[in-house]
């Protein structure tokens, strides 16, 4: 009986956040940004077209966003579009890496599922975050999408990125976060309609997320957790390798 009690989580009554680029350039207005996984390869030719690439948004917005990727293919594409501060850096090898100076937010959108350790990723991210207004920015696909559930039981498929290595609940997240130091100080939802759909796809999607979101917010899409340092020390300035 103790031992299924330990097993028992509360999942969190939280708002429903229908634009996650949207809710990430906001917060990261004015300020000094790290992106990790910027690229977006494969889609970056594509997302950069229709507008949708989220370091494109990030760099209207940020005093200075430095842009981190592994895939060289996909920096060089940026950078003959204008970019500027883009590093190819394997973001499990974080703490390697020496910054010229603090950062006010980092921003690890739909990266973390993908990572064969992302311990090691989350223990670089907190050797940036060492005073109180450094903010990390984590997005991840939802482990109880209504999605996942749909095509288990109605298709017996499992729709998933094939190159995705886990699944994340709001209580794993948490979890993994905090072996890191890492304390998650606000929580979200995210739902997106993707502008790449069809119209009468996106209709049916809105009303299905109308529906079913109003009253089990914790089936969406993706969870968004805005996260801090645990300790609240003051930021440890590090040097950038230059490009």
Request: glycine content about 6%; charged content about 20%; aromatic content about 8%.
């Amino acid at each position: 009986m103790r031992q299924t009690s330990l097993m028992v989580h509360r999942i969190p009554d939280v708002a429903i956040i229908r634009d996650r680029r949207g809710f990430i350039t906001k917060a990261c207005e004015n300020r000094s940004v790290l992106h990790l996984g910027c690229a977006e390869w494969p889609l970056t030719s594509e997302s950069l077209q229709d507008g949708t690439l989220l370091h494109l948004k990030l760099s209207e917005v940020s005093n200075r966003a430095f842009g981190i990727d592994l895939c060289e293919q996909g920096l060089s594409i940026l950078r003959a579009h204008g970019f500027r501060d883009l590093i190819q850096w394997d973001v499990e090898k974080l703490d390697q890496l020496r910054m010229d100076g603090p950062v006010d937010v980092i921003v690890a959108g739909e990266i973390l599922e993908h990572l064969s350790n992302p311990g090691l990723c989350l223990q670089g991210i907190s050797q940036f975050m060492r005073h109180s207004q450094c903010k990390l920015i984590i997005t991840v696909p939802n482990a109880f999408s209504i999605r996942h559930f749909a095509s288990l039981m109605f298709r017996k498929t499992e729709l998933v990125m094939p190159d995705h290595t886990a699944y994340y609940s709001f209580t794993t997240l948490s979890e993994l976060l905090q072996r890191y130091n890492l304390q998650v100080r606000e929580i979200y939802n995210y739902t997106d309609v993707s502008k790449k759909s069809s119209p009468l796809n996106r209709f049916a999607k809105r009303t299905l997320n109308a529906i079913l979101h109003r009253f089990f917010p914790q089936i969406s899409e993706g969870i968004i957790a805005v996260v801090e340092n645990g300790n609240g020390n003051d930021c440890r300035e590090q040097s950038l390798a230059s490009n």
